[in-house]
């Protein structure tokens, strides 16, 4: 990737810089959850493009918990509040912080509050500024797996305000499926997404940024709004085939199908997790893996060069 090159996005209008400090931007999830996301004034360009590509709004700061970047201090190690600007320090306690890190972002936690300060490591380049992005939401998507959700990698398509999506490992169809499939099917993401479980047991589906095309794939940077959600309602497994098929996945092969992709996604968190906590939270995505697939229904579907695979999807659906 030409680390010369500028990013591409859309975002929100911004005011003035002093707005955007004293308000943040909004994130809202379909299970409730809310966050605002606010910055030190040296990471304040980086945020508005993490802004932009996913699509969220400005927003006056609320109960939510807030994500906190800031830009990491190499000479002081144990105190997460000494680069943070004055209106950033509220409610936020002196001591008493406890730290994990994906080597690109060092995360702050407390036990007494649910704000997450959120330290960016690393050099700088335009590589690592999407690495970052990338890594930006790990505290929200354990939220979310807590609440019964998790991300995953797959292709998300929709049709008649229904979402369904397309699991398989890399370079087995995903994109191709996505790029392929006739309105009124529509595509909406390609790589990954954040499934979540609202407080009535349903399961919602957000889109995710590809990140791995800006980064391996030469791709410019569009966006995509996070905040756009639909019901799950099918799972496809892909497989290539010489001909179009689909037949349905028992409860347990789409558990381990499940466990499987949300790994893949997950586990990019895990590396550096105390061992207790990182064996609870692969635990847990298996559980909330084999709580979803007795709600959703689940198939394998066999996908060739040339067939019309939706219309083997639309036979299943009906």
Known sequence: MDNSAKLKYTHPKIVDRRLEKEVGFSLQLSDGQGWNL????????????????????????????????????PTEKDNP??????QLL????????????????????????????????????????????????????QKVQEGGGFPFHCGFVVRDGKGYLFAAPGNTGK??????????????SDDEVLIVKNKDGNYYVHPCPTWSTFLWKGGEVSSWNIEEFYPLCGIFFLEQA???????????????????????????????????????????????????????????????????????MDEALQ
């Open 38 to 73: 606010v910055g030190t004034e040296e990471v304040l360009p980086w945020l508005r493009e993490l802004a932009g590509i996913m699509q969220l709004r400005t927003h006056e700061l609320n109960g939510s918990p807030r994500l906190i970047f800031t830009k990491e201090d």
């Open 81 to 86: 509040l000494i680069t943070l600007e004055p």
């Open 90 to 141: 509220e409610g936020l306690p002196k001591k008493g912080w406890k730290a994990w890190d994906v080597k690109t972002i060092k995360y702050w936690t407390h036990s007494d509050v649910p704000h997450v300060v959120c330290e960016l490591a690393g050099s700088d380049s335009k590589d690592m500024d999407i690495i970052r992005m990338w890594h930006a939401l790990n505290p929200i998507y």
């Open 175 to 188: 994109s191709t499926c996505c790029r392929r499939i006739p309105p009124p099917w529509r595509a909406v």
């Open 242 to 312: 010489p001909e179009d098929s689909i037949e349905p996945v028992n409860q347990g092969q789409a558990a381990v199908f499940m466990n499987d992709s949300a790994s893949q996604v997950a586990r990019r968190n895990w590396r550096q997790l105390d061992p207790d906590y990182e064996r609870m939270l692969k635990r847990r995505v298996f559980e909330n893996a084999c709580e979803l697939t007795k709600k959703i229904p689940s198939f394998i579907l066999k996908v060739s060069l040339t067939g019309k695979f939706w219309e083997k």
